[in-house]
T-cell receptor, first 113, second 114 residues
Framework: GAGVSQSPSNKVTEKGKDVELRCDPI?????LYWYRQSLGQGLEFLIY????????KSGLPSDRFSAERTGGSVSTLTIQRTQQEDSAVYLC???????????FGPGTRLLVL | AQKVTQAQTEISVVEKEDVTLDCVYE???????LFWYKQPPSGELVFLIR??????QNEISGRYSWNFQKSTSSFNFTITASQVVDSAVYFC???????????FGAGTQVVVTP
């Protein structure tokens, strides 16, 4: 079956602009996670969804970052007023339940100029 | 504090050599999960193996094997008879929370040359 998909695959934006990153989890997976991978910080957890609710947002680096999930499926990560330090690969993962194995999407590579 | 330590930054081997990747973790939980993921040059994280804290049995799956030792908080991973396609960054990860948040090590770059 289809894996986790993310769009866009690459995004270049100017400092101060807002961006939206999308994640489509594996069909039927109730848990969804966002991570960020950057050179300086490695792989960092951002936020976790169970269904449409987000019990843990502790990894979001600032209030410029937000995420939502609708219909227990697609999730959108929004970064407002982007900064150069937001440049990274944003990875989405899903699992059938918790704490089962997480399967990752190909990521969105974000570059803030 | 870093909960997962991968001390090896890069390992270079010649094809057919065995490669062992070290991972040391830190947790106070009695129930936890350990993972190895592979990230090839394409960038996608690929799940390899998972162990539960209550199962220390070590196994072999094809060319992969792992050594999980709770006494030393280590979860080492071995690739037998390495191939060029094994060239990638390998990440060890720990999940303590019931809902599965992963905490990753810094990764080990494996370079396999023909």
């Amino acid at each position: 079956g289809a894996g986790v998909s993310q769009s866009p695959s690459n995004k270049v934006t100017e400092k101060g602009k807002d961006v939206e990153l999308r994640c489509d989890p594996i069909s039927g997976h109730t848990a969804l996670y966002w991570y960020r991978q950057s050179l300086g910080q490695g792989l960092e957890f951002l936020i976790y969804f169970q269904g449409n609710s987000a019990p843990d947002k502790s990894g979001l680096p600032s209030d410029r970052f937000s995420a939502e999930r609708t219909g227990g499926s697609v999730s959108t990560l929004t970064i407002q007023r982007t900064q150069q330090e937001d440049s990274a690969v944003y990875l989405c993962a899903s699992s059938s339940r918790t704490p089962e194995t997480q399967y990752f999407g190909p990521g969105t590579r974000l570059l803030v100029l | 504090a870093q909960k997962v330590t991968q001390a090896q930054t890069e390992i270079s081997v010649v094809e057919k050599e065995d490669v062992t990747l070290d991972c040391v973790y830190e947790t106070r939980d009695t129930t936890y999960y350990l993972f190895w993921y592979k990230q090839p040059p394409s960038g996608e994280l690929v799940f390899l193996i998972r162990r539960n804290s209550f199962d220390e049995q070590n196994e072999i799956s094809g060319r992969y094997s792992w050594n999980f030792q709770k006494s030393t908080s280590s979860f080492n991973f071995t690739i037998t008879a390495s191939q060029v396609v094994d060239s990638a960054v390998y990440f060890c990860a720990l999940s303590e929370a019931d809902w599965g948040k992963l905490q990753f090590g810094a990764g080990t770059q494996v370079v396999v040359t023909p």
